[in-house]
């Protein structure tokens, strides 16, 4: 059965941090691009940091520096750390598995999608 399943989220002030985490079925985590996705309310969801099956990773512009994406293979998960969070990465943040080997950010590579969990940064 194809699972993500994400936990982690909550409500921080501004400057704060929250560790995302993901476990996936075997099947579904198959050591491919693995990444984390958000979407605001009325924004469409985008890509925030992707990790390939090499490790090479990617992040948005906006979180460079801030954001950190990891992934144990052994324990079929991966992991986003976040810091210094500001008022603006309030979004649901959704664990995503793709086609493809490399890391990319594009929502057309996604093939799996989590349930969500939220976060919710205030000022």
């Known amino acids: 059965q194809v699972q993500l399943v994400e936990s982690g989220g909550g409500s921080v002030q501004s400057g704060g941090s929250l560790r995302l985490s993901c476990v996936a079925s075997?099947?579904?985590?198959?050591?491919?691009?693995m990444g984390w996705f958000r979407q605001a309310p009325g924004k469409e969801r985008e890509g925030v940091a992707a990790?390939?099956?090499?490790?090479?990773?990617k992040y948005t512009d906006s979180v460079k520096g801030r954001f950190t994406i990891s992934r144990d293979n052994a324990k079929n998960a991966l992991y986003l750390q976040m810091d210094s969070l500001k008022p603006e990465d309030t979004a649901m943040y959704y664990c995503?598995?793709?086609?493809?080997?490399?890391?990319?950010?594009?929502?057309?590579?996604?093939?799996?999608w989590g349930q969500g969990t939220q976060v919710t940064v205030s000022s």
């Open positions: 075997a099947y579904t985590y198959s050591n491919r691009n």
């Open positions: 995503a598995r793709g086609r493809s080997y490399r890391s990319t950010l594009s929502t057309a590579d996604v093939i799996y």
């Open positions: 990790i390939g099956s090499d490790g090479s990773t």
